[in-house]
C-alpha cells in the first residue's frame, strides 16, 4: 500500500523559508521520479517540481524556479522541498506525489505566507 506522509508546513512571514518533508513507504521509491504538487484555496492542483528517480533531473514551474529546491533521498524513501523566498500567493495545501500519478499523495502539509 503506498502511503506518503507530508510535514514541514507552517505560518511564515513574506520572505521567509520552510523545508517540506514527505516519506514514502509501500513502493520502490528508488524507481519513480517524484513531485510537488500545491492546491491553493479555491483553485485546482498545481505542479511546481518535480525529479527524476536517481537525482539528475530536476523541474520546477515558471511560478517557484529560483526560489524552491527539491531533493530526494533514496536511502531513507524521503522527498524534500526547500522554500525560499516565500510570497503571499505560495500560501497552499503542499503534497508529494509520483509524477506518473499526481492522484496518489499524501494528505498534504499546510504553508501559510501571511505578514
Known amino acids: 500500500q503506498v502511503q506518503l506522509v507530508e510535514s514541514g508546513g507552517g505560518l511564515v512571514q513574506p520572505g521567509g523559508s520552510l523545508r517540506l518533508s514527505c516519506v514514502a513507504s509501500?513502493?520502490?521509491?528508488?524507481?519513480?521520479?517524484m513531485s510537488w504538487v500545491r492546491q491553493a484555496p479555491g483553485k485546482g492542483l498545481e505542479w511546481i517540481a518535480s525529479?527524476?528517480?536517481?537525482?539528475?533531473?530536476?523541474d520546477y514551474s515558471d511560478s517557484v524556479k529560483g526560489r524552491f529546491s527539491i531533493s530526494r533521498d533514496n536511502a531513507v524513501n524521503t522527498l524534500t522541498l526547500q522554500l525560499n523566498s516565500l510570497i503571499l500567493e505560495d500560501t497552499a495545501t503542499y503534497y508529494c506525489?509520483?509524477?506518473?500519478?499526481?492522484?496518489?499523495r499524501g494528505q498534504g502539509t499546510q504553508v501559510t505566507v501571511s505578514s
Open positions: 506525489a509520483k509524477s506518473a500519478d499526481f492522484t496518489v
Open positions: 509501500g513502493f520502490d521509491f528508488s524507481g519513480y521520479g
Open positions: 525529479i527524476d528517480s536517481r537525482s539528475t533531473s530536476r
